[in-house]
C-alpha cells in the first residue's frame, strides 16, 4: 500500500505460512492521519482495538518495525515503542530473534453499548398510568437553586475538602442535619454520632454487617412492608422474619415471642399500610428494645410529608440509645442523589464507621458540600414545602377521583406521604382479574398482598396507589381507564353468572 508522498512496501500476502493471517494494515492508517503530537498514541489504540476486536487475530505476525514505519510513513521510533507498549501490557508477544506476534491472551469481545440497568416497571409504556407507590416527582428538582448552590460551593470550597473526607462525612454537613433534624422530626441529633450514606439502602446494610459481625443472624420486618428490606438485610448474610402489623403497629404478642433482637420499623408513616404507630404501641416497641437488649431501625423515608396536622416526630427522640434513624432526600430532592443519613446509638457508632470507611471511604466530599449549602441556606425547607404543596393537591386529586368512579372505596391510613391504601369493595373484585382488565386499560396498579404475607379474607381488593409523581390530570385519566376496565369484569361476571 501507499501513503501520501511515501512510497510503501506491499503486506505480507495472507497466503503465506510463515506470515499468518492477513494483518490489514490500512486500519492503522487513521492512526497515521492523526497530529503528530497524537500520533504514536493513535497508533497504540488503533493495534489495540484490532486486537481486541479480533481484526488481528493470535498468532498473527507483524511487521518488523522498520518495515511497518516504511509502509505507514512514520518514524521506526514510534513503531518501537508502540510494539514494546503493546507487548508490556499482553496484546504483543515478541520472540528474539523471530519477530512480533499476536498474544494469545486476548480474547475478541463483541462491541456492545452501556445498557441502562435502571430499576423500572416492566412493560410500562408510553400512555401507561403507572400508579407505583414511592415515586417522587423528578420534574420538581429545584435545577435552578442546586445549579446556584453548585457554583456558590465551588467558588469557596477550600482545596483540602476534595481529599478523602470524614467517613462519617463532611462535618458542615453533619452539623446542617443535625439541626435541620432536631428542628423538622424531633430527634436527638448529636454530628458525631450522624454517619452520611447512600440513602437509606447503605444505612440499612451497614446496620446488617454490623449487626452480623455481633452475633446476630435475623432482623424482624413489618408484614405488611417493603420487601427491599428484606433483600438489603440478605445482602449482608442476615435472615428476616415477617412480623405481623395491626392498626397501632407492630403487634407486641409476636414480637416477643420471635425471640429477635433487631426489628425494621417506618413509624411514622407505615410502610405501606398508612398508618402512624399509636403512642402506646411506641411505647411497647421501646419496651420490647430494651428488654431484650435490641434495636430499632427507623426508616423515616417520608416523614416531612404530612398534609393534614403537623408531622408525627421520629421515635428516635425517646430512646436515641436503641433506635438507629435513617433517612435521605430521595422523596425531597431525588434518589439519583444517593445522598442519606443514620443517626446512631453511641454503642455502634465505632463500628458503622468503620464498616463505612471500609465499604466507600465516604461519600463525594462535593455532593456533600452542596447538599450543606442547601440546607443552611433555607433552599432545602422551601423545596419542601413546594412538595408538599404538590403532593397534597396530587393525593387530595386521586381521593376525588377514586369516591366518584370506585363509590364505597375506603381510603385508610393518615393524610401523609406519597401513596395511599385503597379498599375497594369486593364487587369490583375479584382482585387478579380487576388488575388484569386495569393493566390491559394501560393502568398499572399493585395489590397489598405484594408487600407481605397477609391475604385478605372479605374479597376487597387493596391496593397500594401511588400519586406524588403524576400530574392531576393524570392521576383522574387513570383511575377513570381503571373504571372502565371495572365496568368490562362487570360485565364478563354478569354474563358468566347468566
Known sequence: ????????????????????????????????????????????????EAVRAGRLTPGTRLPS???????????????????????????LRSDR??????????????????????????????????????TPDLSLFPRSAWAAAHRSVLSRLPHRSLGYPDPRGLPELRTALAGMLARRRGVVADPERLVVCSGVAQA???????????????????????????????????????LPMDEEGLMPGPLAASGLRAVVTTPSHQFPSGIAYSPARRAELLDWARTVD??????????????DRAPVGALQGLDPERVVYTGSVSKSLAPGLRLGWMLVPEGMVADIVERKRTMDL??????????????TSGAYDRQLRRCQRAYRERRDALVA???????????????????????VPGRYGPTSLFLERAASAGVVLRPL?????????????????GYAHLAPSEIARGVGLAARAREAVGATGAAGAG
Open 294 to 307: 435490641g434495636w430499632i431501625l427507623e426508616d423515616d423515608y417520608d416523614g416531612d410529608f404530612r398534609y
Open 362 to 375: 465516604g461519600n463525594p466530599a462535593l455532593d456533600q458540600a452542596l447538599l450543606a449549602e442547601f440546607v
Open 65 to 91: 518495525s522498520r518495515d511497518l514505519a516504511a509502509d505507514l510513513g512514520v518514524s521506526r521510533g514510534l513503531v518501537t515503542e508502540a510494539y514494546e507498549q503493546l507487548t508490556a501490557e499482553g496484546y
Open 401 to 423: 377521583a377514586l369516591e366518584e368512579h370506585f363509590p364505597g372505596t375506603r381510603v385508610s391510613g393518615i393524610a401523609a406521604g406519597l401513596h395511599i391504601i385503597a379498599r
Open 449 to 465: 398482598e405484594e408487600y407481605g404475607t397477609a391475604r385478605p379474607a372479605d374479597g376487597a381488593v387493596r391496593l397500594v396507589i
Open 204 to 242: 440499612s446494610t451497614l446496620l446488617g454487617f454490623v449487626l452480623r459481625a455481633r452475633g446476630q443472624r435475623t432482623v424482624g420486618i413489618e408484614d405488611p412492608g417493603s420487601p427491599e428490606h428484606g433483600r438489603l438485610f440478605a445482602s449482608t448474610g442476615m435472615d428476616t422474619v415477617w
Open 97 to 134: 530473534g523471530s519477530g512480533t506476534w499476536v498474544g494469545e491472551a486476548v480474547r475478541a469481545a463483541a462491541a456492545q453499548g452501556a445498557r441502562d440497568l435502571a430499576p423500572r416497571a416492566p412493560g410500562v409504556g408510553a400512555g401507561t398510568v403507572d400508579f407505583r407507590p414511592g
Open 1 to 48: 500500500m501507499t501513503t501520501s508522498g511515501t512510497t510503501s512496501r506491499t503486506a505480507p500476502d495472507p497466503g503465506s505460512p510463515t506470515e499468518g493471517a492477513h494483518p490489514a494494515w490500512e486500519l492503522l492508517l487513521p492512526a497515521v492521519a492523526a497530529p503528530a503530537r497524537r500520533r504514536g498514541r493513535a497508533l497504540r489504540e488503533a493495534l489495540r
